[in-house]
């Protein structure tokens, strides 16, 4: 089934308008327009981008316009899935082009895995972030702490869905997988959910009936097979994952956007290999709260929470009640998030490579001395 028949047959408006309606349209948007408007250009939103062009649900229906009059250097200003936009209206141009994108209330971005490291935004307007991830593979919740991280820093609601999990037949161990979630993920909703039986569906659902759902995960995590359940229909093509690994190959290729049919809108995305930060220090902090907060009571405002004296996050690893795997997961991610914020920051560089300088001195200090009283 093409994109343009999915939207169409799920959206089923009943006049132009609805189309925008159901697309997620409110006061604000159409506040945000007004100065469009009054120059005779369209409202829409992007449904599907590819290669220069993408499909709008604009007033008229689903239209296919060029984006070169959008097409910035920066790659996390292009056009994505969720946008709204102004468009030509009919008969203006050949191509329709894109005129501009409204600014965006929130979105989804990451860096890429490219030598440059460039950001990548994945969705934009998006108001719920839905983290897939399956239970026929071993939990990785270092995984899901970057996923959260993007996402809180999004500006989305976070939810973890636990797919596949009819492949836990055992009712005590499946609330085990769900409470090893539970604990680094504080403050978010986690599913489990079997699109095979429908366990979880109407949980979910609920969740994703107002506002922007994205869906994110890794390719064989299950998001093809949920986006079919969630919009009711077949709209996108799921292929089964190896049984060696769990790992899939990437059926969707492209981002797009459904109508959901109790309300609101789905983006599908991608598997993604690789789950680079891009600034996302506020998104951290808010999936290890826990560490944030024993850090406020720490002596030392600076704490590295190594070996300096009155440490509050030492002495919570030393009692048993903050994992150690959860305290090298936050510093791995702090710095990952250093390193790429540093790249277009000066500053920031100059002072990671003061510090680097500073340990690197304490290090050598500390050798020399301890070879001293060998002697």
Request: charged share 30%.
């Given at each position: 089934m093409s994109l343009r028949s999915s939207v169409s047959s799920s959206s089923a408006p009943s006049s132009s308008s609805s189309l925008l309606d159901v697309h997620g349209w409110d006061a604000g948007w159409a506040e945000?327009?007004?100065?469009?408007?009054?120059?005779?250009?369209l409202p829409g939103r992007v449904v599907r981008v590819d290669r220069g062009q993408c499909d709008i649900a604009t007033p008229e229906g689903i239209v296919r316009a060029d984006t070169a009059f959008v097409t910035p250097h920066d790659p996390l200003r292009v056009v994505c899935t969720g946008d709204w936009a102004a468009v030509d209206p009919e008969g203006?141009?050949?191509p329709r082009y894109v005129r501009t994108l409204l600014p965006r209330r929130t979105a989804f971005a990451r860096s890429t895995s490219s030598s440059r490291s460039e950001g990548q935004i994945l969705a934009a307007n998006v108001d719920h972030a839905v983290i897939t991830v399956s239970l026929a593979v071993e939990l990785d919740l270092?995984?899901?702490?970057?996923?959260?991280?993007?996402?809180?820093?999004?500006?989305a609601q976070p939810t973890i869905v636990l797919s596949?999990?009819?492949l836990v037949p055992d009712p005590v161990g499946l609330s085990y997988l769900v409470e090893d979630v539970e604990t680094v993920a504080p403050g978010v909703q986690v599913v489990p959910l079997s699109s095979e039986t429908g366990e979880g569906l109407d949980v979910l659902s609920a969740v994703v009936a107002g506002g922007t759902t994205v869906l994110l995960g890794v390719s064989g995590a299950g998001k093809s097979t949920l986006a079919n359940a969630l919009v009711g229909q077949d709209v996108m093509t799921v292929q089964a994952a190896r049984d060696v690994d769990g790992k899939g190959r990437h059926t969707t290729t492209t981002r797009n956007l459904f109508v959901l049919p109790g309300g609101g809108v789905l983006i599908d995305t991608p598997g993604l290999r690789g789950v680079g930060l891009w600034d996302a220090e506020t998104g951290v902090g808010q999936v290890f709260s826990e560490i944030e907060e024993l850090s406020s009571?720490?002596?030392f405002h600076d704490c590295a929470h190594e070996s300096e004296p009155g440490c509050a996050v030492a002495a919570a690893i030393e009692d048993g009640s903050l994992p150690v795997r959860r305290l090298e997961?936050?510093?791995k991610l702090i710095r990952e998030n250093q390193r790429i914020v540093a790249k277009t920051d000066a500053r920031l560089r100059s002072e990671i490579l003061k510090d680097w300088k500073r340990k690197g001195a304490e290090g050598r200090a500390a050798l020399a001395a301890k070879?001293?009283?060998v002697r």
């Open positions: 945000a327009f007004a100065p469009y408007a009054a120059q005779g250009l203006v141009s050949d270092g995984r899901i702490e970057r996923f959260l991280a993007l996402a809180w820093e999004s500006g596949k999990a009819d009571e720490c002596r997961s936050y510093r070879r001293g009283r």
